[in-house]
């Protein structure tokens, strides 16, 4: 996929670059939520709910949104300035977020799949019962990943303290050019 987008990856240049890119992301996922609620209020004000009422909405989703954005920046700062300090432990936040994001997104795929499975052949049963209440309920499931990130994140920090990885000297490779003398040659 590198060699797909590498025309689109050459636009980011600078760690500033990332704000445009960051911004068209937002409108994608923030404008789907939008519309959504922008159904809401239009059904609300169809039905007589005065305007200082139907305002209480985007007030709400916006708090939600600052609040959520607000609190993930700060953790990720403090996690990607814990992990910055030593290669290794960049190497073990890498892995352990990677393992958590590729398990959260499929399971979140899985439930997503077998919701529309059931829903177009009508099946039904307690395993397509749980998956349908799964499907409709993925503010919960939403809840539960943020739990697991920190969940993983508390354990991976105790493992890490407890095998002692900030121990391990980690040497980098000679750069080509470098003159390496031998422990015997002295």
């Given amino acids: 996929m590198g060699r797909f987008f590498r025309p689109l990856l050459r636009v980011v240049a600078n760690s500033w670059n990332m704000y445009p890119i960051g911004v068209l992301f937002g409108l994608g996922f923030d ?3 939008e519309v959504g609620l922008l159904g809401i209020v239009g059904i609300q004000a169809g039905k007589g709910l005065p305007i200082w009422a139907i305002l209480i909405f985007p007030a709400l ?10 609190t993930d920046g700060i953790l990720m700062l403090g996690a990607y300035g814990w992990a910055f300090v030593k ?4 190497l073990y936040y890498n892995m352990n977020i990677t393992f958590i ?3 959260v997104a499929l399971v979140v795929g899985a439930i997503e799949v077998l919701s529309i499975i059931q829903s177009q ?3 039904s049963g307690p395993f397509w019962d749980t998956i349908g209440n799964l499907s409709n309920n993925f503010g919960i499931i939403g809840g539960i990943i943020i739990g697991l990130f920190i969940l993983s994140w508390l354990i991976s920090t105790l493992i890490y303290k407890v095998k002692r990885y900030d121990d391990i000297e980690v040497k980098s490779a000679p750069k080509p050019g470098d003159s390496v003398v031998s422990s015997r040659a002295l």
């Fill in 31 to 33: 404008t789907a939520t």
């Fill in 61 to 70: 989703f916006t708090a939600g949104m600052c609040l959520m954005d607000t």
């Fill in 87 to 90: 290669p290794v432990r960049k």
């Fill in 101 to 103: 994001s590729v398990l």
């Fill in 121 to 123: 052949t009508n099946l």
